[in-house]
């Protein structure tokens, strides 16, 4: 595999899903901050869609973080780099350890999301802990390792923004019918510091090695 390859890779496969898990991230948040304005959804409904945000997130996070073969990942393309040798082994080995970090999330969807794990046949099982701050560590290390390995060590593109820009119009849609008028403007004002906060994400540029 040579550095074209990986570089459609990731422009394809990769860097796509990370756009949808950081935008859909965004949009839950927007509602989280819209119910709690509002004291809507905040009853059985809540918890859909709770479960719907968090098995995504997790689900892509496991994705992203899987180092198999038969599958096309930010790992595997660090490892893919690595065997041959496209690019520094010591970034590529700090980039690696940096993902190894996801894998409790990635545990947690093995044994509760993708399937039930038997205690009796699995040892030291661990209880299903997850907080947001698991999560945000977890998007925050995806995406600033993306960044690393594509802008960086590829020297492919430059990165100013980790939330893409909707497709769909006006986001504040879908609230208008729930959320009073005078509100909408703490939405936006709530998505735009959001969308600020994660594009800080983007590391400094790294000197050649």
């Not at 074209?4 to 509602?31: C, G, R, V």
């Not at 290390?141 to 119009?169: H, M």
């Not at 800080?200 to 790294?206: N, R, T």
Request: glycine share 4%.
């Amino acid at each position: 595999m040579n550095t074209a390859s990986l570089s459609e890779m990731h422009e394809k496969h990769i860097w796509p899903q990370i756009q949808t898990m950081m935008l859909n991230d965004a949009y839950f948040k927007l509602m989280g901050y819209a119910r709690e304005l509002t004291g809507e959804f905040n009853g059985p409904i809540s918890g859909l869609i709770e479960a719907g945000y968090i098995t995504f997130q997790t689900a892509t996070i496991r994705r992203l973080c899987d180092g198999r073969r038969d599958v096309i990942s930010l790992k595997r393309l660090l490892v893919e780099a690595k065997a041959n040798d496209l690019v520094s082994n010591d970034q590529l080995h700090d980039l690696s350890q940096r993902l190894d970090s996801c894998d409790c999330i990635c545990e947690l969807v093995n044994n509760y999301v993708a399937h039930t794990a038997n205690p009796d046949r699995k040892k030291n099982v661990p209880d299903w802990n997850l907080q947001v701050g698991h999560l945000i560590e977890a998007q925050k290390t995806i995406c600033e390792v993306a960044v690393i390995f594509d802008r960086d060590l590829l020297q492919r593109k430059n990165y100013v923004k980790l939330i893409p820009v909707p497709q769909s119009g006006n986001i504040m849609q879908d609230f208008r019918s729930w959320v009073p008028e005078g509100c909408i403007e703490k939405l936006w004002e709530f998505w735009h510091a959001h969308n600020k906060m994660v594009n800080a994400w983007i590391p400094s540029c790294v000197a050649p090695v």
